[in-house]
């Protein structure tokens, strides 16, 4: 029997929101047969996706990025608002990047205001601007939300429909378990994630070098595991030349999942990788610095929405326990960095505090089915 042909607009801003959506519109396929339109990259162009513009194009972090990119993200906003339009979808689905993806589907929405709008992975209301929460009901009709604190929250905030499906990175993580090496060798394996976008990297690179050069002075004996991706690689091994240092620098996908399960501990930009870490039970130590304009903004943010003490990395939000040290803008040094890497590996009573915090992460993060199909299950209703 030959199936319906449906016409969804998608626009996602990642790599990770490209494979999202190229497992979710998998899913959609096996009941209908799809006519995909808008942005995305190699993933979503397997199903037959030609990108409206390059997604890199909307990698961009912070309020001062955003600034400074106005225009072409004006221009390209636009074209993106006109074109869907045009092609006169029967679902828009918009993952990840909210600066830009709520932007689009606000202004498409007003023109097309039958139209169901679902939004896959939901902006972090939980850490600011919440008033967004409420907002977004005059646009958005479901959020699949990979994150189990958030349905309560956007009922309490009167905001859109909100599922949680589970979480497709902490499922694959999870389902591709290996043996965990134990910290009983002599030499340990530290597992380094500087950061997805160059800016990022640029940034923690040097106070972490500067830290395991310490540690290493001191007698500790380890080497470093660095998964990033393709374009990132000459410019960390760049970095690492000549320090001394025991490293292996890597973009293979199947590599990076067998680093998180064989070393000993972490230390790792904030965001998504520290739920990935937490789902290995993978010790970890998280970092952070922006800009100083982003900087400026987070601090002022932060002090009107009371976030002094607010966590920022995944499992000490889920878990509501702060056991995973979060060294963020100038604590973001490299003598507490040394400092925490000495107590990762030396006191066993941190490493058990953070294992037993991951303990309770499978529990509360817990699903009966795919993150995808659930999805899929959910946007079927809407078609």
């Not at 996602?12 to 494979?19: F, L, M, P, Q």
């Not at 497992?23 to 942005?39: C, K, P, R």
């Amino acid at each position: 029997m030959k199936k319906q042909k449906r016409k969804i607009a998608i626009i996602a801003g990642e790599a990770s929101g490209d494979k999202i959506g190229s497992d979710l519109i998998s899913e959609i396929e096996l009941a209908y047969d799809i006519d995909l339109y808008g942005v995305g990259g190699d993933e979503l162009a397997k199903h037959g996706l030609n990108s409206l513009f390059p997604y890199e194009e909307l990698s961009i972090i912070g309020i001062w990025d955003i600034f400074r990119n106005i225009f072409s993200l004006r221009k390209r906003l636009n074209f993106t608002v006109k074109s869907i339009v045009a092609y006169k979808p029967e679902l828009l689905i918009i993952i990840d990047c909210p600066e830009f993806t709520h932007r689009v589907a606000k202004k498409v929405k007003k023109i097309m205001p039958n139209l169901n709008v679902i939004n896959y992975v939901s902006p972090t209301i939980w850490f600011w601007r919440k008033g967004r929460g409420k907002e977004m009901s005059k646009y958005i009709t479901h959020i699949l939300s990979i994150y189990p604190f958030e349905p309560a929250l956007y009922d309490e905030l009167n905001g859109p429909s909100c599922t949680y499906i589970g979480n497709p990175l902490f499922e694959s993580i999870k389902n591709n378990k290996l043996n965990r090496n134990k910290m009983e060798n002599k030499n340990k394996t530290i597992l380094f994630m500087p950061g997805s976008r160059k800016s990022e990297i640029e940034k923690l690179l040097p106070p972490c070098i500067t830290a395991f050069k310490e540690i290493k002075e001191l007698g500790y004996e380890f080497n470093l595991e660095i998964p990033t991706f393709d374009q990132f690689k000459d410019f960390i091994e760049e970095k690492f030349n000549n320090t001394g240092i025991d490293y292996s620098v890597f973009s293979n996908e199947q590599k990076k999942i067998n680093s998180f399960w064989h070393s000993d501990l972490a230390i790792t930009a904030s965001g998504s990788a520290t739920l990935e870490l937490a789902a290995c039970k993978l010790p970890m130590i998280v970092i952070y610095k922006l800009n100083i304009v982003n900087s400026l903004l987070v601090t002022i943010i932060s002090k009107i929405n009371n976030l002094k003490n607010a966590s920022v990395s995944l499992p000490n939000i889920i878990s509501q326990k702060k056991v995973i040290p979060e060294l963020l803008q100038s604590d973001c040094n490299s003598r507490k960095i040394t400092t925490e890497l000495i107590r990762l590996l030396n006191d066993k009573n941190v490493i058990n505090n953070q294992l037993s915090v991951f303990n309770s992460i499978y529990e509360i993060m817990r699903v009966e089915i795919k993150p995808e199909r659930a999805a899929a299950n959910i946007i079927r209703r809407y078609l």
